[in-house]
């Protein structure tokens, strides 16, 4: 508990750090630049640019609270997988529970695990594929995965993002976007062995005609077991994933066409594997018509995952369709109108402790929504937005959101904006029976109603010198039928039911800059506090706290240190730090990953990695949910033509 | 304890809240200091430099040539500022922010910055048919039917080239600066007697 008040005491340091470092840069890099229009094509070419000056969340304009991990970030941070790479931004937490199993959650309530509550107000979108499972609304991060080095940058938005981005975008969304096919040609090989994981990437991709390539890659990865009270947890990882990409990009439009498929085991403590697998299949095509630009996507994707005895193995399969169309009807509008219509085909094989009824059911998700941005003034652009959702269990569910975006310049970005939101009944709310002994311990409630959040936000995004750039945001989330576990009927009080008798409010404030300290050297600080406070609504037995809602931390800071030695050493340092958890309890933990990269030749790169480095073991969910994480360290070796 | 946990956390909050005010009021002070190599400053060059390997069909080598600037309030200030420390005696330029396509009409270049993402929506035809230089900065600028677009690469900025949407402008692209793409998109087989 008293690493809460040390955690601050940290923030205070880098922010003082960083506001007398922001003299050094005005006394030390405002002298004028050489003349640039004198250098030659090839000249300027070559010159080092500080991407800092535009970094990508400026660029968008979009007035939400973005952070955009880029291609350099996650190729430089030494991350062999998603989670890993995700755990660069600072507006989304990261936990790691066991070897293959990371929770995140944005803005609070990442779930409580002990109490079977999961982080399930995330969206996860893989190059436009949602990835959240519908049986429970959580993410499975372990069955998500990407080839890296051909992501072109990681959009992580904390808050509702339901408009655009749909359902389950309750407290966030996070948007993976892989590189075009074009972007991607040559071979690539890259391998890292360290003493905790093994990973190995393929990738190979081609231009067939101008406007026509491809790429194909194959990733795996072996990760040996972590411990649970000093012994063996029994849940070494492997996994294997192949896929492709195809663009063709012609005048007129533009057509996708990706796929993966992949197969994973987890050895569980007991008896058996837990096996997983999955394939999918995504077609986009855009085209400019003669009202706008017109986007159709589909997907299909194919999810089987087995489980240690007692829980329930499952099949998913999700159809999915979309069409979107913007449209100009003025000069100072802009409208986006879309809609959508998901199916999701599962079939779950029950246990005797955990069943599912109907095991067996199509869920059909349809969707419209209307978004209009209209400039008031040249600098003032006013967002209306309203998505219409329909689930089989809760019906139309309205989000409506509201944005006002002041940018006086091109440098900064003044924003503010309220959204409701929603995470739907999924069949683990309603159709979810825990038996104990042959007993029903607790039963899904057939009237669970949707978890709502009405959000108010306000954000300030800026270029405040070409080599410093600035992010705040806060936030005040009002919740209304937040889930709870409820005693059954007296006098027995079981089986208990799932209801929805909490609510009440959370803030909390992001910031983050980007400090281009020299050419050579980059500072990236970010830090996340986040408050909540809950009650349980009149009626409710209060069976466990209102940490059952999310075992969240109050914050995280994080700060990344990226320098570059000529053209072919880097040196990336990130130093984060996570607050206590509060029930079950756990302290704060520091720690640290690094990465030294060397370019040994044109083809040829090699680097040395670590993550966790502080400790040799450490915790970051507690014991026995959470397993303990060991210091890793890997050697990695890329060839690239 | 659990109220005593609140003060002290509420208690560093506010302090928070008021590190965070304090730094942005020292940040916004020491702002707008002169370029560096900022990413707009190299673009701004490369667009200055394009100009003297590209050949429009009619314009008048001593009239200024124009630049338009769409969406991006710092390009359009970057490439003024370079513009007005060139040397009079060099060609002129007038550069000139708009929001809306249709003012770049009367424009020999027009550079189009990221409205959402770093992605652009397609051109439509009637700048595509223009005599624009058309360049974007965005992962599908070429497939939006853009000339030229910039890519950061290994911190560097690169620019690839559309052959294809030179010929339908009726541009003339050099030599020199296909050389330095890292990226040329062909045009189509009619249109080989126009290129370069």
Redesign the interface.
Known sequence: ?SA??AF?RE??VI??T??VG??S??IA?????D???Q????Q????????V??S?EV????PAAIYVITH?DIERSGATTLPEALRLAPNITITQQDSSDYVAAARGFGGNTDVQNFSNKLLLLIDGRSVYSPLFSGIYLDTQDVVLADV??I?VISGPGATLWGANAMNGVINVIT??A??TEGALAGATVGNREQTVNLRYGQKLR??LAFRIYAKALQRDAMERGGVDAQDEWRRAQVGFRLDL?Q?Q??FTLQGDGYLGDDQRAGPGRQDMGGANLLARW???TAL??LQLQGFFDHVHRDAPAGGVPFTLDTYDAEVQQ?LNPG?RHRLMLGAGLRRHDYRISNSTSLLFEPPRRDLLQLNAFAQDTI?LL?SLKLTLGIKLERNDYSGWEPQPDVRLAW?P???TLLWGSISRAVRSPTPFDVDVIERVGGMDFLRGNPDFQSEKVLAYEVG?RG??????S?S?SGYYNVHEDLRTVEFGAPPVFLPLRWDNLMKGHSHG?T?WAKWQVT?WWRLSPG?T?L?KDLRFRAGSSQVLGVAQAGNDP?GLGLITSSM?FGRARTLDITLRHVASLPDPALPAYTELSARFGWKVATEWEVALAGTNLLHARHQEYPQPTGATIRRSIAAELRWKR | MRNDLDTIADRHFSRTVLAVAALWFSVASGANCADVYSEESVKAAFVLRFTSYVTWPSTAPSAPLKIVVLDDEVMAGRLQALVESRSPARRAFEVRSIRNLSEARDAQVLYIGARRGDSVAPLPRSVRDSSLLTITSASDGLDAGAIINFRIVDQRVRFEVSLEAARRAGLGIGSELLSAAIRVQAAQPVASKEQP
């Open positions: 508990m809460l008040p601050n923030i205070l922010y003082r960083a506001g922001l003299f840069i005005a890099f405002c002298a004028a630049a003349d640039l229009t250098l030659s094509l090839d300027l070419g070559d010159l080092q640019v500080t991407s000056s535009r990508p660029l968008r304009g979009a350099e072109e940058r959009e590189r075009a074009y972007l101008d406007d990009s005048a439009g533009t855009q085209r400019q706008g630009e913007e000069a400039s040249d940018q310049n091109g440098s300030y270029e405040l010198s070409p080599r410093f600035l705040l404030v910031a050419d830090v506090l408050r109050h570059q």
